[in-house]
């Protein structure tokens, strides 16, 4: 079933621990996202990729790097994780290159606490 | 880059009345504009959305507004039900560039 997939659904890490949190999709879509929302509260859009090897930095610095390597794969890494990073992480994707209308699909999201 | 702004970021309402949430947004070109709701633990999802060249849209008990002199739009909900109780997102977009207003949390007292 086409859809976009995260794992883990959550993640309970001690402070330092370096973490890779999981996104792929399944849609063939060229544009990805990473979103931290706490819950219910505002989307901050922290990474965004056009397609392979694309990848830029969003509005929000999470100290996070990520990579798109393949089309359908859009990791997340924090190197060192701290409590400040505790949150809901939503990787989202679109198919719009070059149009006007336009649908993210989000992912079900990583709820990651970081202690 | 486009900035958008949502109010209220709140919202209480009797079922059966209306609901309005307002955005506005400060890029000129923005051409898109959708909105999204979010329920209680679950991932964001379209409901409606809007193109600049339309200046109002309807789907059954929802409809969108769009002013694009005064750079707002708006999401009108009709005879709101308890399962219209969520966080609704507004956002704007150029060239598949979109940026999500702050959200409203709806809630809808049975």
């Known amino acids: 079933e086409a859809d976009i997939y995260q794992t883990p659904r959550y993640l309970v890490i001690g402070t330092g621990k370096k973490i890779t949190l999981e996104c792929s999709q399944t849609m063939g879509h060229d544009k990805m996202y990473w979103y931290q929302q706490d819950p219910g509260m505002e989307l901050h859009l922290i990474h965004y990729?056009?397609?392979?090897?694309?990848?830029e930095k969003g509005d929000l610095s999470s100290e996070s790097t990520v990579s798109r390597i393949r089309t359908e794969h859009f990791p997340l890494t924090l190197e060192s994780a701290r409590p400040s990073h505790t949150s809901q992480y939503l990787c989202a994707s679109d198919p719009c290159t070059g149009m006007v209308r336009c649908e993210q699909y989000f992912g079900p999201g990583t709820r990651l606490t970081v202690t | 880059g486009e900035n958008v702004e949502q109010h209220p970021s709140t919202l209480s309402v009797q079922e059966g009345d209306s609901a309005v949430i307002k955005c506005t947004y400060s890029d000129s070109a923005s051409n898109y504009f959708p909105w999204y709701k979010q329920e209680l633990g679950k991932r964001p999802q379209l409901i409606i959305d809007i193109r600049s060249n339309v200046g109002e849209k309807k789907d059954q008990r929802i409809a969108v507004t769009l002013n694009k002199t005064a750079k707002h739009f708006s999401l009108h909900i009709t005879e709101t039900q308890p399962e219209d109780s969520a966080v609704y997102f507004c956002?704007?977009?150029?060239?598949?560039?979109?940026?999500f207003g702050a959200g409203t949390r709806l809630t809808v007292k049975p």
């Open positions: 990729s056009y397609g392979v090897n694309s990848t």
């Open positions: 956002a704007a977009s150029y060239n598949n560039d979109m940026r």
